[in-house]
């Protein structure tokens, strides 16, 4: 059983920085992906950014909304992702959630429909 547990939410000032880290166990080799996604309240769970190995191939993709200020990284010798969230901003408050699945092409879509696992969430909270 798959199973992935965030950490590093907390609350900041825009403009801040923050690092969430995301630890998968019980999980599967080969092609796969992990990804990031955040929920606001009162809206739709939305996709931040993913990234994927599939047959020695790895790639990187990022909703427009965080691009230049996500980071997104694989520590595959600690079977962990991070997703490192500068210039932060009061619209990126959200719980913000790890999500894993073997390597499919909807994947680097940002769609909550291709992935599987999911880890119960952070909160991340910016004030203006």
């Known amino acids: 059983q798959v199973q992935l547990v965030e950490s590093g939410g907390g609350s900041v000032q825009a403009g801040g920085y923050l690092r969430l880290s995301c630890e998968a166990s019980?999980?599967?080799?080969?092609?796969?992906?992990m990804a990031w996604f955040r929920q606001a309240p009162g809206k739709e769970r939305e996709g931040v950014a993913a990234?994927?190995?599939?047959?020695?191939?790895?790639?990187?993709y990022y909703a427009d909304s965080v691009k230049g200020r996500f980071t997104i990284s694989r520590d595959n010798d600690k079977n962990t992702m991070y997703l490192q969230m500068n210039s932060l901003k009061p619209e990126d408050t959200a719980i913000y959630y790890c999500a894993a699945d073997r390597w499919n092409p909807e994947c680097v879509n940002l769609v909550p429909r291709a992935y599987e696992y999911w880890g119960q969430g952070t909160q991340v909270t910016v004030s203006s």
């Open positions: 990234a994927y190995t599939n047959h020695g191939m790895s790639a990187s």
């Open positions: 019980g999980y599967f080799y080969g092609s796969n992906c």
